[in-house]
């Protein structure tokens, strides 16, 4: 069974940075569609960005762009989330999440596996 295991998140001031780290049970991230999204209390989770294996293109969510990075690295198996110039309004639970049908996109219906989510609070 596929295992997500998210790190990284914690408590950090306006402007600071993060890196979210997901490390799957998987040897190899090459069959899937890798994503991160976010959630608040009452709304539904929303794709912060997402990296296409198929043809290798990323996508971000406009309020994020310039601002976070999606990679990977294949050989520790482990998917990174490098987030910068943090806001309150990135306050969230954040999630890992795989494709293995690999579609394009990045929406929560597209995704099968979830981490169990790591909190981000952006807070002075």
């Known amino acids: 069974q596929v295992q997500l295991v998210e790190s990284g998140g914690g408590l950090v001031q306006p402007g600071g940075s993060l890196r979210l780290t997901c490390t799957a049970s998987e040897f190899s991230l090459d069959h899937y569609h890798i994503g991160w999204f976010r959630q608040t209390p009452g709304h539904e989770r929303e794709g912060v960005s997402c990296?296409?294996?198929?043809?290798?293109?990323?996508v971000y969510a406009d309020s994020v762009k310039g601002r976070f990075t999606i990679s990977r690295n294949n050989t520790k198996n482990t998917v990174y989330l490098q987030m910068a110039k943090l806001k309150p309004e990135d306050t969230a639970v954040y999630y890992c999440?795989?494709?293995?049908?690999?579609?394009?996109?990045?929406?929560?219906?597209?995704?099968?596996?979830w981490g169990q989510g790591t909190q981000v609070t952006v807070s002075s």
């Open positions: 999440a795989l494709d293995p049908h690999q579609s394009f996109g990045c929406t929560s219906p597209e995704y099968e596996y």
């Open positions: 990296l296409h294996t198929r043809d290798g293109s990323t």
